[in-house]
Nanobody, 123 residues
Framework: QVQLVESGGGLVQAGGSLRLSCVASGRTSSYRSKGWFRQAPGKEREFVAAINGSGDMTEYADSVKGRFTISTDNAKNTVSLQMNSLKPEDTAVYYC????????????????WGQGTQVTVSS
């Protein structure tokens, strides 16, 4: 089994920055690719960013491209999301996901999920 724990969420003003982290434990060989998703109130969960196991391939949603950066440290079993130039529309619960096969943009690919961390951006 794999456990994922996110941290780093909080309240920030528009234009500010936050860094989310996700630490994985358990069967570390089974969750090479990792992704971040978010869900705002009343909306469906959406893809934000993903990174493959070796860290040399990343994907981003168009809405965050150029503002967010995903990175991974396999030695520490962590994946991070640096969020800059935050906007009120970035407000959501952010979830870390890991493992599986297929498109890194698809939530259904990932068997392991964290509990989520709240990000609130005030205008």
């Amino acid at each position: 089994q794999v456990q994922l724990v996110e941290s780093g969420g909080g309240l920030v003003q528009a234009g500010g920055s936050l860094r989310l982290s996700c630490v994985a434990s358990g069967r570390t060989s089974s969750y090479r690719s990792k992704g971040w998703f978010r869900q705002a109130p009343g909306k469906e969960r959406e893809f934000v960013a993903a990174i493959n196991g070796s860290g040399d391939m990343t994907e981003y949603a168009d809405s965050v491209k150029g503002r967010f950066t995903i990175s991974t440290d396999n030695a520490k079993n962590t994946v991070s999301l640096q969020m800059n130039s935050l906007k009120p529309e970035d407000t959501a619960v952010y979830y870390c996901a890991a493992g599986g096969k297929g498109s890194m943009r698809e939530a259904t690919r990932y068997p392991y999920w964290g509990q989520g961390t709240q990000v609130t951006v005030s205008s």
